[in-house]
């Protein structure tokens, strides 16, 4: 039995059929890596998925910083959101910070039974006398949506009353599948109201935003500050600490850098169509993915200065980390990991982990849709044929982001049976045969496979963290990276196999059994006298 087997043979045969096709054992022929994503979780299983309001207020809108952001909904919702990802953000002077804040209605249950607009109306009061912001956003979760509080309405009355910006976001919890929607719903409402409204003077001709990067642990920072050795100039962060008056600006910069493509390609795009401003995919997570990522955006721009630049800077950079690199190497060869994130660290982190030598053995995600598993199918050569109703679409070199070449159905399915596609990006690739990709991976599979599969680390999240280690396995959040970072460019790098070495040469794991296996619970003697 392939251990994939011995996790799923003990389901019922329903839960079998479902998670059988989100379990995938890598295969050497591309097209065989097929998995299903981006689909509700079997009620009753223990997901590690979060909500939709978690991709709203806790992804994107939480890390920017002067922006008083109030939770329509129960205490504990907010409580959740206060600091937990790490979203670090810097005071600047003229720019409010209300990271440390963490501001709510606390909806109780009269107010689900009368209604919490009142509340809510009374809690913008409140922080205007307190705060003074310049623009208030509204998150409702679960409890609103379903007794229909209209926190748009409250937004207007909010503007007119304050004369400020307020927004609202309908990101209740129970909406979409996963954390997903609630990216969606964020991006639409910053294209809506903020995007576009600044008119600041951009003076570089190498200017950038870069998006979906959301400053956890410093990442930004250190992104930022190889981008402005090279001489770019950075006009706006997604979302990472940000403030209004950046997101404002986005669309005056020449080019968009996404590093998380999962969570606001939606701006990314919308940007574009737009306002022009073209974008890439890039990664900044790992020496080589970070030199292959400068590279590629100064390709970009094809300015001979700017090339000239960036080999120096990369040089520079390298030649600093190259002895402390060469080190952890040799502590972290041979070594395996397990990794389980959201939607683009599982994939990003894994061009980290090769950097030292580490190879992975399982790695999911728990909201990614197909195409960054399986890669997205493209024909290495282009062909014109699209002259017909039943079309699809299909990437094409040279850029498959890009550029789709429009088959009819039979046609695809003629080139997929011959195997004339080959694909594209994806997480399958990274992989070797014999690992397993794990879409949505659950609590009950994650102590299986731990169990079955043995690896020296698991980078997971802060509800599947004690999983780990409980069975004597070392683990590391990659959402918030717990205390430390950044991990991201040249020093991050250091940074990360630092702890990982830490970690995977400190005993106590080894230590771990749980007392019951040593010592019975219950003491005393059975029967009478
Ligand atoms: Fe993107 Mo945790 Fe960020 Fe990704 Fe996204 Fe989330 Fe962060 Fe994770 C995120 S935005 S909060 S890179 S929702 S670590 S997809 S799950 S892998």
Known sequence: MSVAEKVLDQYSSRVYK??????????????????????RTIPGIMTQRGCCYAGCKGVVLGPIKDALQIVH???????????????KGKNAEGVDNYLQYSFSTDMQEPDVVFGGEKKLKKA????????????????????VGLIGDDIHAVAKWAEEK????????SCEGYKGVSQSAGHHIANNQLMKFIIGEGDRKIESKFSVNILGEYNIG???WETERILKRIGYEVVSVFTGDSSIEDLKNAHQANLSLVQCHRSINYIAEMIETKYGVPWMKVNFIGVKGTIETLRNIAKYFDNEELTKRTEEVIADELEKIIDDIEYYKTKLKGKTAALYVGGSRSHHYQTLLHDFGVSTVLAGYEFAHRDEY???EILPFVKEDADSKN??????????EKYHLYLQKEVLEKLRDEKLLSYYGGMAKEMEAG??????????ETEEFLKLLKPDIFFSGIKDKFVAQKSGILSRQLHSYDYSGPYSGFRGAVNFARDITMGIYTPAWSFIKAPWKTAPILTGTLGGE
């Open 18 to 39: 479902n998670r059988k096709t989100h379990i995938v054992e890598i295969n050497n022929n591309e097209n065989e890596n097929q998995i299903a994503a981006n689909v």
């Open 73 to 87: 909904g129960p205490i504990g919702c907010s409580y959740y959101a206060w600091g937990t990802r790490r979203h």
């Open 124 to 143: 913008i009061d409140e922080a205007m006398e307190l705060f003074h912001p310049s623009t208030i956003m509204i998150c409702s979760t679960c409890p």
């Open 162 to 169: 304050h004369n400020i910006k307020c927004i609202a976001f």
């Open 218 to 220: 410093g990442d930004g």
């Open 374 to 376: 399986e890669g997205r």
């Open 391 to 400: 079309i699809e679409s299909i990437s094409v070199e040279p850029d498959p």
């Open 435 to 444: 690992t397993y990709m794990v879409d949505d991976l659950n609590h009950f």
